[in-house]
């Protein structure tokens, strides 16, 4: 027979180290043949240090290269061993799955910042977008709108007429008597180029004068928004579509009014 190589002998001696099962080896490799390499275990029991062994009973040729008794499709499994009177998991099986873990772990982590990324991304650009406004008309024709200035609030009611407006039942120059009042409540109208083009009507309490035509004018522009979403770009860029926040600052403790202080004589 010929020599056992080098290699053939690097895996028998891996495969009995591995294994624990005693094999009687000669001094000399050249010596071996296939008759003379047996199992000899210590005893009947199988070992429990054993991992995917076949447990042969037949002689195992080390020439041919039939020298591997792991089955490998138990490459993954745990390997058991006795401690006492539990069983311990074989360490680097532990480390294998921990890494895989981890590594699951991460791509997940990885995958869900990803689509709350792409979530945001779309909220974004839809809340990015301009609304998409479309007239509003009831069915006796009319637009409504509702104004706010300072105290005071309006409701607007503009339908397609000959131009008149009425302000609580009564006629527009009379219960707004001053010219600057009136150039307010005309200013949507004058923007959008529709005067006389369209009955007003409204209802107005709270504040005085100056407010309740600054809510007039601000309920006119919505109404006119409401009957035709075309008319909003020009008054918008007049700034009749924003209601005027401002208001009367609060009168302080130690002032005569809200900013004025009484007057000091130093002697």
Known sequence: MSVVTPLIRKHALRHISRSKINIPLSNSFSSITPSKIKFQSSSNKISPYSKG?????????????????????????????????????????????????????????????????????????????????VSEIDVAGRAYGKGGR??????????????????????????????????????????????????????????????????????IARALEKYDPDYRPSMKAMGFMTRDPRKKERKKVGLVKARKAPQWVKR
């Not at 792991?70 to 009177?85: A, E, K, M, N, V």
């Open 53 to 133: 062994f076949r447990h042969r009973t037949h002689p195992i040729s080390i020439a041919d290269g039939d020298y591997t008794d792991y089955d490998t499709s138990f490459s993954r499994q745990p390997d058991l061993s006795r401690d006492g009177s539990q069983w311990v998991l074989d360490p680097t099986y532990d480390v294998d799955m921990e890494r895989d873990r981890q590594a699951d772990q991460e791509d997940r982590a990885i995958y869900e910042a990803e689509r709350r990324t792409e979530a945001q991304r779309r909220t974004w650009i839809e809340n990015s977008k301009p609304p998409i406004r």
């Open 150 to 219: 300072k105290s005071a609030t309006a409701h607007v009611w503009l339908n397609p007429g000959m131009g008149y407006v009425t302000v609580n039942g009564q006629e527009f120059v009379d219960y707004f008597p001053r010219d600057s009042h009136r150039e307010d409540i005309l200013g949507p109208m004058i923007a959008t180029r529709t005067c006389g083009y369209f009955d007003v009507v409204c209802k107005v309490n709270g504040g005085g004068k100056s407010g309740q035509a600054g809510a007039v004018r601000h309920g």
